[in-house]
């Protein structure tokens, strides 16, 4: 079993709506966690730090549940250039980061 | 900004040879990482340095070695290249806030591994 864990996808969605993806820890030591985006071939952008609760930054929610060891990353309206590959990444003992299998997102015009 | 610089970009090599791969990180980041990531795989990491002192080390082959510089560059060196070595690898760096949780990494463009 990973450390962590992802929706499979992919995700096909059209333009303009709303789509959530779900990520689950089995380290309960991790501290913090992120959400990196990643086009094909590319490396890893940062999207969102994901640290106490959650946070928000325009179209793009994080929320994080310690006592379910879970988090999630909500993106509204969303736009062509949205699709990607979205990795779910937790800390290892607050130092190096152990990513999940990402999640394949496709916005459809 | 200045972002992580690796080179080189695209590396093809025959089995059994030995390559090295350059990373310069962020300026003002004094840690550099290197994550692994093969075909339809997430990135694996591979060892991490801080301050020139190696800070942590995940599932990287004995036939490889690296090391962080004065200048804080990092360099991966490979050796006994093997098939299974073909690879997406990455550099990434960044600096201490003082947390006890993980600072956020921020991702060179990769070297693409080739090995035939």
């Known amino acids: 079993r990973k450390e962590v864990e992802q929706d499979p996808g992919p995700f096909n969605v059209p333009e303009g709506a709303t789509v959530a993806f779900n990520c689950t820890y089995s380290n309960s030591a991790s501290q913090s966690f992120f959400w990196y985006r990643q086009d094909c071939r590319k490396e890893p952008k940062l999207l969102m730090s994901v640290y106490s609760s959650g946070n928000e930054d325009g179209r793009f929610t994080a929320q994080l549940n310690r006592a379910s060891q879970y988090i999630s990353l909500l993106i509204r309206d969303s736009k062509l250039s949205d699709s990607a590959t979205y990795l779910c990444?937790?800390?290892?003992?607050?130092?190096?980061?152990?990513f999940g299998p990402g999640t394949r997102l496709s916005v459809l015009p | 900004a200045a972002g992580v610089i690796q080179s080189p970009r695209h590396l093809i090599k025959e089995k059994r040879e030995t390559a090295t791969l350059k990373c310069y990180p962020i300026?003002?980041?004094?840690?550099v990482y290197w994550y692994q990531q093969g075909p339809g795989q997430d990135p694996q990491f591979l060892i991490s340095?801080?301050?020139?002192?190696?800070?942590d080390k995940g599932s990287i082959p004995d036939r490889f070695s690296a090391q962080q510089f004065s200048d804080y560059h990092s360099e991966l060196n490979m050796s006994s290249l093997e098939l299974g070595d073909s690879a997406l690898y990455f550099c990434?760096?960044?600096?201490?806030?003082?947390?006890?949780?993980?600072?956020?990494?921020?991702f060179g463009p990769g070297t693409r591994l080739t090995v035939l």
């Open positions: 300026p003002r980041h004094d840690t």
């Open positions: 990444v937790g800390d290892n003992y607050g130092q190096n980061f152990v």
């Open positions: 340095f801080y301050e020139k002192m190696q800070s």
């Open positions: 990434a760096s960044s600096i201490p806030t003082g947390l006890a949780s993980a600072d956020t990494q921020y």
